[in-house]
């Protein structure tokens, strides 16, 4: 009999709770209807910490396909898209057009079309602006 088997309804729930590692501990303990320091004399059980190793195994066996089936291959996904962040940074500040422009070194500013007025007598503008949306995901 495996050791997931052998525990209650309540350590299977927090034992995926542990292992999908999203919640924090008080959280998982009132998902699962005990106290925090009940939670945290069951990390402590051998039984708890093998079934939490087979649900890790599971679970990582179904999400090979994504690429993201461990906290260390989801960092470095975050890794390799804040690479590609710096990169277009790196791209933007490298430009001979951005040189002359205010800020246009840092790489954080982005050209931008305007339309100013209608009709037949609408314009098309050219404005550089800092790019919020970029650095706000860097910072994140």
Request: aromatic residues 4%; contains cysteine; positive net charge.
């Amino acid at each position: 009999m495996t050791p997931a088997k052998k525990l209650t309804a309540r350590q299977v729930l927090a034992a995926h709770r542990v292992v999908d590692d999203r919640m924090k501990g008080a959280e998982i303990a009132a998902e699962a209807g005990i106290t925090e320091r009940q939670l945290m004399r069951w990390k402590r059980s051998p039984l708890f910490k093998k079934a939490c190793r087979d649900i890790a195994k599971k679970h990582d066996a179904e999400l090979v396909q994504t690429g993201i089936a461990t906290k260390s291959g989801r960092l470095d996904s975050l890794l390799d898209q804040f690479h590609r962040m710096l990169l277009i940074v790196e791209e933007r500040s490298a430009d001979p057009e951005m040189q002359s422009i205010p800020g246009g070194r840092s790489g954080l500013l982005v050209k931008q079309y305007k339309v100013i007025g209608a009709g037949k007598a609408a314009q098309m503008v050219e404005e550089f602006a800092f790019d919020a949306a970029l650095h706000r995901e860097m910072r994140s």
